[in-house]
């Protein structure tokens, strides 16, 4: 099929640009390569840091122990905080049942002190001389229980 001259610019600008690239290429890998290893290519090939720099690498891997044993350090104080944080939210969740349950308790005492009181309530809208009179050879007894114990001590 023919090509067009559009076509035809497409193909050049496409191969002006592959050309581009395989041309390019090298010097920017080796370029990238350099910076990436931060030194030039020694005589043996390898990339690497030149040799009046091997001082600095020695301090920057004593550095980098130095940041070894930091993380080291602190990786062993947040995994305290994590333990002691964990510690913490199970007591929590075990004070929140112990007044959950104390709630239900108090609930309960004041569902039988109402009854009570309603009862009393009942007793003395009735009347009843009955329950009075109960009442006080009760009280008298007990006085004259304590009298007795008080007596006997002497």
Same mark, same amino acid.
């Given at each position: 099929?023919?090509? !067009? *001259?559009?076509?035809?610019?497409?193909? #050049?600008?496409?191969?002006?640009? &592959?050309?581009?690239?395989?041309? $390019? @290429?090298?010097?920017?890998?080796?370029?990238?390569?350099?910076?990436?290893?931060?030194?030039?290519?020694?005589?043996?090939?390898?990339?690497?840091?030149?040799?009046?720099?091997?001082?600095?690498?020695? !301090? *920057?891997?004593?550095?980098?122990?130095? #940041?070894?044993?930091?993380?080291? &350090?602190?990786?062993?104080?947040? $995994? @305290?905080?994590?333990?002691?944080?964990?510690?913490?939210?199970?007591?929590?969740?075990?004070?929140?049942?112990?007044?959950?349950?104390?709630?239900?308790?108090?609930?309960?005492?004041?569902?039988?002190?109402?009854?009570?009181?309603?009862?009393?309530? #009942?007793?003395?809208?009735?009347?009843?001389?009955?329950?009075?009179?109960?009442?006080?050879?009760?009280?008298?007894?007990?006085?004259?229980?304590m009298w007795w114990l008080l007596k006997m001590r002497r």
């Amino acid at each position: 099929f023919p090509l !067009t *001259e559009n076509k035809k610019n497409v193909v #050049n600008a496409w191969q002006t640009q &592959r050309n581009w690239v395989c041309f $390019q @290429m090298p010097q920017i890998n080796n370029r990238m390569r350099s910076e990436l290893f931060g030194g030039v290519k020694r005589n043996e090939g390898s990339y690497g840091p030149p040799k009046q720099d091997l001082a600095t690498a020695e !301090t *920057e891997q004593h550095m980098e122990a130095q #940041n070894e044993e930091e993380i080291a &350090r602190l990786t062993g104080t947040v $995994q @305290m905080l994590k333990d002691v944080t964990i510690e913490i939210g199970q007591e929590v969740k075990a004070q929140n049942r112990l007044l959950a349950g104390m709630g239900n308790e108090f609930m309960k005492a004041n569902a039988g002190i109402q009854s009570t009181m309603t009862k009393l309530k #009942n007793m003395t809208a009735h009347g009843g001389s009955k329950h009075m009179c109960m009442l006080v050879v009760f009280v008298f007894m007990v006085f004259l229980f304590m009298w007795w114990l008080l007596k006997m001590r002497r």
